[in-house]
């Protein structure tokens, strides 16, 4: 009988074990940049997003806040024809360019666009004929900088005097 051979597992074992080969560890770190810089970039784009987000929401607050103070002043025959400039000025009609003004909010400069425009009148023979009755009012915030329209908040209502008649 063949005397007993001690066994030696760890021998055993390494002889069985292979490593990455350099051409596999290569191979394996290109595929983690390419995945790396893929996700460097959707950081990129969030953070664009996020900043736009940002000036959509000022822009919004600072249309809300105009808005306010428009529908603050009260639509009589006094205020239709006073033109229009912030913070004391009237409801008349506006060029069809509008005002354009640029104010900062929150760090940041933007440009407000306020277009009034008269969309029906006293009737011809009434008292008071050719004043206008009813109004659209239009206020558009853009951020500066603002590179597509997708920026820019706009906000409209619509005013009407209380003046009796059948029109």
Do not use: C
């Not at 360019?97 to 400069?109: L, P, Q, Y």
């Not at 920026?151 to 003046?163: G, H, L």
């Amino acid at each position: 009988m063949e005397p007993m051979r001690k066994y030696n597992r760890r021998q055993d074992h390494s002889k069985r074990q292979q490593g990455f080969t350099l051409l596999e560890a290569a191979v394996s770190l290109v595929i983690l940049m390419i995945i790396g810089l893929g996700v460097a970039s959707l950081f990129t784009y969030a953070i664009r997003a996020n900043t736009g987000a940002d000036d959509r929401e000022l822009s919004m607050a600072v249309a809300q806040m105009r808005m306010e103070w428009l529908r603050t002043i009260p639509f009589t025959m006094q205020t239709r024809s006073v033109a229009y400039a912030f913070p004391s000025g009237g409801l008349a009609a506006t060029t069809a360019d509008g005002v354009n003004e640029t104010i900062t909010s929150a760090g940041r400069s933007y440009t407000v666009n306020t277009l009034i425009e008269d969309l029906s009148f006293v009737p011809t023979g009434q008292p008071d004929a050719d004043a206008p009755t009813l109004k659209r009012i239009r206020v558009s915030v853009t951020p500066f900088g603002a590179t597509t329209g997708f920026e820019t908040v706009t906000v409209y209502t619509e005013r009407s005097t209380q003046v009796t008649g059948t029109y």
